[in-house]
């Protein structure tokens, strides 16, 4: 204790009192600040009916997010006092998180969905299919062989709290989601040249080149208009503003739970259910537990497989079940030895049995995939199933023999995965992976694994011969499963190396043309040349599950994976 | 962490001459040990089945044919356990060792030292010490990535400050006794003095401290492999197959997660017992009052 | 040493070891390949943007500049915002999660101080008789059990066989408290929510249990010590010899052991929060634990270094208090 010796004992004592004072200072401080990120409008809560009381508290939402440093005391009504009748509630759990409210930076599906639901775009998909059809626009037109095209809004949309949208509005909010250049932006700033009003309800896009999916496009939330309260020139995370969507935000605590109700301006049908809570579970065994115990009405996104197949056993439940158009492929590495030998490509494609890893690892809630193209999705073909088969370990072992390797000269594989980022079941798709492989009998697989920011480091750096990935669309066109993974300007995220200048040439092509007849041929034939080239191996696509209570009506699903809470009610 | 404690509790001890009696904690430990280390040696021989091949047989419930049951992948669960208990060992061992092998002569020369650079060290030391050991762990081990070796480094670094500290402060002592003051006044070479006079003195101790903290470094390393920084499947690590249960305990199999659980508790009671054993044995100058 | 100065030395090495360990983790994060741009834009980004991000994060500086920047900050009281995810303040990420690890803390640490008194006197009570070696081996058998093995045996028996306790999570959602201090037993009492107050604590048990019966391992044979060492002074001889009863005998020298005892558990604070890690993980308990674990996951820079600094000076601080409760009641320690 010799170290107190040269230092003169007041001075120690004001620096011991200005360290503790600053730490409750400091407490207290995150205390407050933690609270206010709560955009909380009591006054809302308590509104049963919708009537005019709503215009009046909307401007209670608006003010609030800009005073975030307000303690909320006045959060002493809860859920539970102001309750409304059974019949305009839905309480849904999620896993997911809410990343960013703001349609210009928010790149991830949950997100997506959400946003779905509080704003919309000038185009949208009919609900259960993947057609798309008129929104805030109610026609428009192409010219110029598809590079300037032309919507026509509806002249009754209006913002949440009755603000008129206009063409300003949707001009403001593209260009603002091109100025900040967030996550998603590239949606936009690849396609569009220039974006304008013609007139109060006319818009015109000008893009860089003609874009045959462009309406797709148009149906991403970065092209949603939004509510004039968002920063024009930063990202604006937690604003709750919105856009002119059929519902609006009420509530929001992050990680925690968002109220929506009813927008009293959204110019469609209005949805059924007055008020929709989304819950944030931190995983998988709560968010069963809740849907067990009744705390909420609807579990969706993500339930394990195991936990679906003994939720199906429960009577007061119902398990709702699409397909999806999320698919797991391995990516294989073209420049490294000894995959960049296309024999061996092929003799792996061969030897993995998609029905297996379906039933032991996913219990039966994926279905094989045999292209990169879902299945349901036109010009989709089961290429890999006609060139391979299912499990041929005959086929792989002659392939593998004419690539020069045999019982005493063994292929050597390394097989990486991540284990959060996909779920708990990554572990088990890559033991079923190496179990299947080996049992060629000529190859030897070492697993590796790194966690998400690593892997994603390794994989741009083209350091992994065989990677396990994932692909959620970022919207719903063939040209989405198959330009980022195989044209050589699009693929380098994939650390494949894969350059084929004829498929370049295909896709190329197929994203001009605007006949979709004409299209699926050249993807067709793209298909065709994966199969064969095999940079990528495509697994299993995800079916989309949901679980709910009996009397819940209304839940439509399609390969957007968006679940639309508007189109909701009660039974009975 | 724990070991602390235990220390303090020893010297306690060996101050206030309180002791138990007891010689049954050597013999229970053994009794625990033995057969542990002899199934896990002899895994080749008398494992069933190959711990990483999967099978049709999933979450089989145990049975004659199957003593653990099956995971989900239709693994054999009594192979893996023998198996693992492989990993386990060598992760946990090679570990202390390479902690004491560190850690002791840092603390010898520190002690013995003293000085400028002894203060640094034992405050560097200190403040590892102070800090949640498994935390400390988390973040080295997610740095190196996941395999055998990168845990026994990462979990290295976390006991080091154990041995340092417990070698350091009789160091002092012993260094101050009249014993060792003679022989410095007699010009022996400083060498000779710490192996002759410090490190004799010492090997109690450190032998106890040694036992004690493998049996803590079994609990870390579980915790460890259970957090996913040990091994990548199929390779067969208790805390890891654990982990990979879990999913499974709402839907009821039970035996997914009760026996890999098991023996890492026997592991590490085993070791505990011994060196709580070793610790009476050891220490002569205890008396029960 | 006087009272104050020994505090004042305490005080000030309290900021070499906060000092230490940030410069371990902050290094120690720039070392894992990949940083939190990469985990945030997503697969597709192009090159080019995450260079731009990252230049607008300033990572594209060298280290030891960022490192000195950092602990500027630092200094400042300001730990920076998240990396990732809404790219909140660090310091209200921490808050938000805090007050879930504090709860649990303290309800294990009760739990184990009970279980640790019970035994430690019964052990000390019939010193060298069986029950005092049973009360051992309890000792040993509780220090081995495997948190999370522990836990999920709990999760399986109490929650999904007998239905009696929730096994995961904190709170009923739809009886979370108005948030007050953030820990919902306080709030659920403060605001008169006795729903709340139930469903928090029904959430409470098994975790608490957990973590406090592997915690009360270590503390029975601390109990145990120190008693029997009270019980060899002279002044409980003089009363043994009186003929007190064993139960008077055990109340007085508890009595005098009692603050000594409980600032030794004190000191073992960091093995709870370690314990609390593992216990988070397995109950999914919204605490420091498993926000940390995380955010490692992700390279979370800011967050991951935030937590760090004020998991070491909430340790630090907590030492800080019990070395001086302990100065106080003992002057040896502080020569």
């Not at chain 1, 095209?149 to 091109?178: N, Q």
């Not at chain 1, 996550?183 to 974006?195: G, M, N, Q, R, Y």
């Not at chain 1, 893009?207 to 496009?217: D, E, G, H, I, N």
């Not at chain 2, 400083?190 to 002759?196: A, E, H, L, Q, V």
Request: a neutral charge; proline letters at 6%; one cysteine or more.
């Amino acid at each position: 204790m010799k170290i107190g010796k040269g230092l003169s004992t007041s001075y120690i004592v004001l620096g011991i009192v200005l360290i503790i004072i600053a730490a409750v200072a400091g407490y207290y401080a995150g205390l407050s600040a933690g609270k206010g990120v709560q955009v909380t409008t009591t006054t809302v809560l308590q509104t049963v009916t919708q009537t005019k009381t709503i215009t009046e508290t909307l401007g209670a939402t608006t003010t609030t997010q800009t005073t975030t440093t307000t303690p909320t005391q006045t959060t002493t009504s809860t859920p539970t006092t102001t309750t409304p009748a059974k019949e305009t509630k839905i309480v849904i759990g999620v896993t997911d998180k809410v990343t960013d409210l703001d349609p210009a930076n928010a790149y991830d599906f949950y997100t997506w969905e959400v946003l779905s639901n509080i704003m919309e775009g000038l185009v949208k998909y009919k609900p259960g299919t993947t057609q798309i059809v008129p929104a805030i626009a109610e026609r428009w037109e192409v010219k110029d062989n598809g590079k300037v095209w032309i919507f026509y809004l509806r002249k009754d949309v209006k913002f949440a709290d009755g603000t008129p949208l206009t063409a300003k509005d949707v001009v403001r909010s593209i260009e603002r989601v091109m100025r900040i250049n967030g996550d998603p932006a590239w949606l936009v700033t690849s396609f569009v040249d220039k974006v304008e009003a013609l007139d109060d309800y006319t818009v015109k896009f000008t893009l860089k080149k003609p874009v045959s999916y462009f309406l797709a496009l148009v149906a991403t939330p970065p092209y949603f208009p939004v509510h004039p309260a968002y920063n024009p020139d930063q990202v604006d995370s937690d604003q709750t503003a919105g856009g002119a969507g059929p519902y609006k935000i009420v509530k929001w605590v992050r990680d925690q739970e968002l109220v929506l109700e009813v927008n009293p301006y959204y110019y469609g049908e209005k949805p059924k259910i007055q008020k929709v809570i989304i819950r944030f579970y931190k995983d998988a065994t709560t968010l069963r537990l809740a849907i067990e115990n009744g705390e909420i009405d609807i579990a969706w996104r993500t339930l394990r497989p195991i936990d679906i197949e003994s939720l199906k056993n429960n009577p007061n439940l119902q398990v709702i079940e699409v397909p999806g158009a999320f698919i797991r492929y391995m990516i294989l590495n073209c420049q490294m030895e000894p995959t960049n030998n296309k024999l061996v490509r092929q003799a792996i494609a061969a030897a993995i049995d998609r029905n297996d890893i379906a039933q032991r690892v996913f219990m039966g809630t994926v279905e094989p995939l045999y292209s990169l193209v879902p299945i349901g999705m036109w010009s989709h073909i089961d290429v890999f199933k006609e060139k391979y088969g299912d499990g041929n370990i005959e086929l792989a072992k002659q392939l593998l023999a004419k690539a020069g390797y045999n019982e005493n000269n063994k292929l050597k594989l390394e097989l990486w995965y991540t284990p959060t980022h996909y779920g708990d079941t990554e572990a088990d798709l890559a033991q079923v992976l190496k179990e299947q492989l080996e049992a060629t009998g000529v190859i030897e697989v070492t697993i590796k694994s790194a966690e998400w920011t690593t892997y994603l480091d390794y994989t741009r750096k083209g350091m992994l011969m065989i990677s396990l990935y994932g692909w959620y669309p970022d919207y719903i066109d063939p040209d989405d499963y198959l330009t980022p993974f195989l044209h050589s300007e699009a693929n380098s995220w994939t650390g494949s190396g894969y350059s084929n200048p004829e498929v370049d040439k295909l896709l190329d092509e197929a994203a001009v043309k605007t006949d979709q007849n004409e299209r699926a041929k050249y993807y067709e034939q793209v298909q065709k040349i994966l199969a064969e080239d095999v940079p990528i191996i495509p697994l299993i696509q995800g079916k989309l599950f949901m679980v709910a209570k009996k009397d819940v009506g209304g839940i439509i699903l399609d390969p957007t994976m968006l679940f639309r809470y508007y189109l909701l009610y009660w039974k009975s | 962490m724990v070991i602390g404690m235990r220390i303090i509790d020893y010297l306690l001890r060996l101050r206030t001459g309180l002791g138990y009696p007891g010689k049954g904690f050597i013999i229970a430990g053994l009794g625990i040990l033995i057969p542990l280390l002899l199934m896990t040696l002899l895994a080749p021989l008398i494992s069933p089945y190959d711990p990483t091949k999967g099978s049709r047989d999933i979450l089989q419930p145990p049975s004659p044919a199957h003593f653990f049951g099956t995971n989900n992948l239709g693994q054999d669960l009594f192979s893996r356990i023998l198996w693992g208990g492989r990993v386990v060992l060598t992760v946990v061992l090679v570990s202390t060792i390479l902690s004491a092998a560190i850690g002791v002569p840092l603390g010898l020369l520190s002690g013995y030292l003293g000085g400028k650079i002894d203060r640094a060290l034992a405050m560097i030391m200190d403040s590892i010490y102070a800090f949640p050991g498994l935390i400390l762990a988390i973040a080295l081990a997610s740095v190196l990535g996941p395999s055998i070796i990168n845990a026994a480094a990462a979990i290295a670094v976390v006991y080091i400050p154990t041995y340092f500290r417990m070698t350091r402060g009789p160091t002092l002592q012993l260094k101050a006794s009249q014993y060792v003051e003679a022989a410095i006044a007699t010009g022996a070479p400083t060498k000779r003095i710490i192996f002759r006079h410090i490190l004799p003195n010492l090997a109690p101790t450190l032998t106890v401290v040694f036992t004690l903290n493998t049996a803590d470094s079994i609990l870390t390393e579980a915790g460890l492999s259970f957090l996913g920084f040990v091994v990548t499947p199929p390779t067969p690590d208790w805390g890891f197959d654990l982990k990979a249960g879990q999913p499974f305990l709402p839907a009821g199999y039970w035996w997914l997660i009760t026996f890999p659980g098991i023996f890492i508790i026997l592991l590490s009671l085993g070791f505990g017992l011994l060196g709580e054993g070793l610790n009476e044995l050891l220490s002569p100058k205890e008396k029960t009052i | 040493m006087g009272l104050g100065r020994f505090i004042a030395v305490r005080a000030l090495l309290m900021i070499p070891t906060v000092l230490i360990l940030l410069t371990f983790v902050f290094f120690v994060m720039r070392i894992i390949p990949g940083d939190p741009i990469l985990a945030m834009v997503g697969m597709k980004a192009p090159p080019q943007r995450i260079e731009e991000l990252r230049h607008m994060a300033g990572l594209d500086k060298p280290p030891y500049i960022q490192y000195i920047e950092y602990l500027w900050n630092v200094l400042h009281g300001d730990l920076g915002r998240s990396m990732i995810w809404g790219r909140r303040p660090v310091i209200n990420e921490i808050m938000d999660r805090f007050p879930a690890t504090l709860e649990l803390t303290i309800s294990a640490f009760t739990v184990s101080v009970l279980i640790g008194l019970l035994t430690g006197s019964m052990a000390a009570l019939r010193k060298g008789s069986k029950t005092d070696t049973a009360m051992r081996l309890y000792g040993l058998i509780a220090w081995t059990l495997f948190i999370p093995w522990f836990g999920m045996m709990l999760q399986i028996v109490f929650g999904v066989w007998l239905h009696w306790l929730p096994i995961a999570g904190r709170i009923d959602p739809d009886l979370a408290p108005p948030r007050i201090t953030g820990l919902y037993v306080l709030d659920s009492i403060l605001t008169g929510r006795w729903d709340s107050l139930v469903s928090a604590i029904r959430y409470l048990i098994l975790p608490s249990i957990t973590l406090g019966v592997v915690l009360s391992g270590a503390y029975t044979r601390l109990v145990r010590n120190n008693l029997v060492e009270v019980f060899g002074q002279d002044y409980m001889t003089t009363y043994r010899a009186m003929g007190l009863p064993p139960k008077s005998l055990l109340r007085k020298a508890l009595r005098n052991a009692f603050i000594p005892l409980i600032t030794m558990m004190g000191l073992q604070f960091a093995i709870l929060l370690a314990g609390a890690v593992l216990t988070e993980t397995t109950f999914s308990w919204p605490g420091m634990g498993t926000f940390l674990l995380e955010r490692i996951i992700y390279v979370d820079y800011t967050t991951v270094q935030g937590t760090i600094v004020f998991f070491a000076l909430f340790v630090a601080l907590i030492n800080f208090i019990v070395d001086i409760i302990y100065a106080i009641i003992d002057p040896r320690v502080r020569y």
